[in-house]
């Protein structure tokens, strides 16, 4: 979607160290990024940075842009453009809350749109990565089956979550929709976000090999569990495995209620051989009743879209011919109810950048067709 489209869009990567200022059009970059300290401690000095690297982008663009998108850390009014709370770390000068959107409006005169960046990167998954790149395999496979339904998980420093379904990103009335404070598997009184982070892993190591060493990060702990490096390989392995876990027990409970396929990305997927098996273990779990009863914890057959046999029996469902009584018409009906879940494949970064271009260009859309 978008990819033949000519119009500009001015994009931002924010974060509490830099700023990197962009430019799209046709979901390309058409400049050479600009990187410039976010000065995130002072309000004054980062709303300047903000201006200068804008207008350094538009200085560049052979043709006005028309709009700014960009992903911000929350708490947001995103709808408003209004960025503010306490749960700020990386920005503590806007915790008072800064009507950002409407200042950037103000000075450059074209439609400003600020998103969470997890709900951009599912908006770019569902318009421009996951979805479709299932559903094209679907078709060459000659199956019914089509996915419109995409449930975005970002793995981090947070545990991000973002919800599209034919083709709309859903906020909520709040722009709340969120999982990293849902209960932890394994301490209920702890968000889950705590034990999917990358502080988690970490965390897990550390307990589990008895080496307290603070400079160690995920790759490091990867390489211990790859063999490549000095350490406590089974502890390794546990971190990612126990995240995996932690994080399923999460989904399950989302898939439950959103019924979609389960995107994920972020850097530290590159050790999804350690954190993939004990996350579908989890999604594919049993619940009994009172009664004693046994029945499958998510209702839907969770299929590991990346695995390419699961994905053969994901496309073939259990389709039949069905004959429609009193007639000799036929009918296909497959009753299998089933997801998928997988690895994003543009990666988390290119998700965002593709879903802030394309929700400014549908926004700017819908106005124009008022």
């Known amino acids: 979607m978008y990819r033949n489209d000519q119009r500009t869009v001015i994009t931002l990567d924010a974060g509490g160290t830099n700023f990197v200022f962009g430019a799209m ?9 600009i990187t410039l300290p976010a000065n995130a401690t002072d309000l004054d000095v980062c709303l300047a940075t903000l201006v200068d690297g804008f207008e350094r982008v538009i200085a560049q663009l052979d043709s006005k842009p028309v709009a700014i998108s960009f992903a911000f850390p929350g708490p947001a009014d995103y709808a408003n453009g209004i960025v503010g709370g306490f749960y700020l770390p990386n920005f503590p000068s806007f915790r008072d809350g800064v009507a ?5 409006e103000e000075k450059f005169g074209i439609p400003v749109f600020i998103n969470n960046d997890a709900d951009l990167y599912a908006y770019g998954e569902a318009l421009a990565g996951a979805i479709p790149e299932i559903n094209n395999r ?7 089956k089509r996915c419109k339904t995409l449930l975005g998980y970002t793995f981090g420093t947070g545990f991000g979550f973002g919800f599209v379904s034919n083709g709309e990103l859903h906020t909520g009335d709040n722009s709340c929709i969120e999982t990293f404070c849902l209960r932890h598997k394994f301490m209920p009184d702890v968000m889950v976000e705590d034990g999917v982070a990358v502080r988690a892993v970490k965390r897990v190591y550390a307990e589990a090999s008895g080496i307290d060493d603070k400079t160690l990060e995920p790759k490091d702990i990867f390489d211990i569990a790859e063999g490549t490096r000095e350490g406590d390989q089974e502890a390794a392995r546990k971190a990612f495995a126990t995240m995996g876990e932690v994080a399923g027990d999460a989904m399950a409970t989302a898939v439950t209620l959103i019924d979609g396929v389960i995107v994920i990305g972020g850097g530290i997927t590159a050790a999804k051989k350690y954190i993939m098996p004990a996350l579908l273990k989890e999604l594919r779990s049993k619940m009994h009743s009172i009664g004693g009863d046994e029945f499958d914890r998510v209702q839907m057959k969770v299929f590991d879209l990346d695995n390419e046999a699961e994905f053969e029996q994901f496309a073939r469902g259990a389709s039949r011919d069905l004959k429609v009584y009193g007639s000799d018409k036929v009918v296909t009906y497959d009753p299998m109810k ?32 008022q």
């Open 338 to 369: 089933r997801i998928g879940v997988m690895i994003s494949h543009i990666g988390a970064s290119t998700a965002i950048s593709l879903g802030a271009y394309a929700y400014a260009l549908n926004e700017v859309d819908k106005k124009a067709n």
């Open 25 to 33: 059009r046709a979901n390309k970059f058409i400049v050479e990024p």
């Open 100 to 104: 950002l959107g409407p200042f950037l």
């Open 138 to 144: 679907l078709e060459q496979m000659g199956s019914a």
